[in-house]
Nanobody, 125 residues
Framework: QVQLVESGGGLVQAGDSLRLSCAAS????????MGWFRQAPGKERELVGT????????YYADSVKDRFTISRDNAKNTVVLQMVSLKPEDTAVYYC??????????????????WGQGTQVTVSS
């Protein structure tokens, strides 16, 4: 497992942009598929998107496609979620997660076994 720490959440207005970062510990970061999840009050946690271990492939939920972008820097052990055109319905706690690449295809939401503590994103209308 890896230890994950998110940062960058906050309160923004609809239409604004926000950048979340996730810093990972360990020397094997490049062997992990990374994912971003979110959980809104009273709702189940949902997958926002994933990025393959190499960074060459990404997957996004329909609700964020064309607005959110995931990238990673394996040399710096970081993964970033860039969010633009934010909407009030994007309000949630956002979590970074990691899964060894051999435990499933990059687009799967299953088998993530390392999680960050979460960072709050609030979008006002």
């Amino acid at each position: 497992q890896v230890q994950l720490v998110e940062s960058g959440g906050g309160l923004v207005q609809a239409g604004d942009s926000l950048r979340l970062s996730c810093a990972a510990s360990g020397r094997t970061f490049s062997t992990y598929t990374m994912g971003w999840f979110r959980q809104a009050p009273g709702k189940e946690r949902e997958l926002v998107g994933t990025i393959s271990s190499s960074g060459g492939s990404t997957y996004y939920a329909d609700s964020v496609k064309d607005r959110f972008t995931i990238s990673r820097d394996n040399a710096k052990n970081t993964v970033v979620l860039q969010m633009v055109s934010l909407k009030p319905e994007d309000t949630a706690v956002y979590y970074c997660a990691a899964r060894p690449f051999w435990r499933g295809p990059y687009y799967s939401s299953e088998n993530f076994d390392s999680w960050g503590q979460g960072t709050q994103v609030t979008v006002s209308s």
